[in-house]
């Protein structure tokens, strides 16, 4: 593919569609474990659902662009040390400071009643529910150190393209193409879904935020075993 670009067959629409073809496949099959999870555990709110799908994909393509912007500048050696444990590590670590978080936030993370508000509360509850779209950035950004055929593609072609701002410009068509996925639906549907599971059945609210925080913790305690 190095020889392709230097022979100018190689476009940003070129790379864009290759995001866009992995965004289809790979990333929704990689993807949908956590986020589907968080957003079931959280029983998310349409808006909510929305938001932090939007967040995932913002932090997936701010990552893959400062990724590419480092191959155009460091050359073809990051590919491979990505290729090893370090994408592994990252995402199991993501993972599992997701499931803390739902544990952390069991009231807000189920879509529970908040206490009454006073004149001296507004402020910081809005801020509290901002941070509770941290865990998906921080996932969207560790997921794209998922060793694949896609990314390795995008960093030797960022590796060759003459600089950190090619680079650049690669991993952003890369990453808009990816955020072209299914996700955009079905994380929505797994907020919807936990919605209905606990509608009705106060009771199972709490074993609703339990069962999706173990099951993001055990993805991140197997990734971690694959990086070590």
């Given at each position: 593919?190095p ?24 990333c929704?099959?990689?993807c ?6 968080w957003?079931?555990?959280r ?12 967040v995932f ?9 400062l ?8 050359g ?10 370090l994408?592994?590590?990252?995402i199991g670590g993501?993972s ?8 952390r936030?069991?009231?807000t ?16 509850i809005?801020?509290?529910r ?11 950004a560790?997921?794209t150190?998922t060793?694949?055929?896609p990314?390795a ?8 393209a003459?600089?950190?701002?090619h ?13 072209m ?10 907020g ?17 935020v ?8 055990l ?10």
């Amino acid at each position: 593919m190095p020889d392709a670009l230097d022979a100018g067959q190689v476009t940003l629409a070129t790379v864009w569609l290759l995001g866009v073809s992995m965004g289809m496949t790979a990333c929704t099959v990689t993807c949908l474990p956590f986020m589907g999870t968080w957003a079931l555990g959280r029983a998310s709110g349409r808006v909510e659902a929305f938001l932090h799908t939007g967040v995932f994909l913002a932090g997936r393509v701010l990552s893959y662009t400062l990724l590419a912007a480092l191959a155009g500048a460091v050359g073809v050696g990051l590919a491979k040390a990505l290729g090893g444990n370090l994408g592994n590590a990252v995402i199991g670590g993501a993972s599992i400071v997701a499931g803390l978080w739902l544990l952390r936030r069991p009231a807000t993370a189920c879509g529970g009643v908040s206490p009454p508000l006073t004149f001296q509360e507004p402020q910081p509850i809005r801020f509290k529910r901002k941070r509770d779209s941290l865990p998906p950035l921080f996932l969207g950004a560790a997921l794209t150190l998922t060793p694949c055929t896609p990314l390795a593609s995008l960093l030797a072609l960022a590796a060759n393209a003459g600089g950190a701002l090619h680079g650049a410009a690669f991993g952003l068509a890369f990453g808009l193409g990816a955020a072209m996925t299914p996700i955009l639906v079905l994380v929505p549907l797994a907020g919807r879904l936990g919605r209905e599971i606990k509608s009705g059945r106060a009771w199972l609210s709490r074993w609703l935020v339990w069962a999706a925080a173990l099951v993001l913790i055990l993805l991140g305690l197997r990734r971690l075993a694959l990086a070590f």
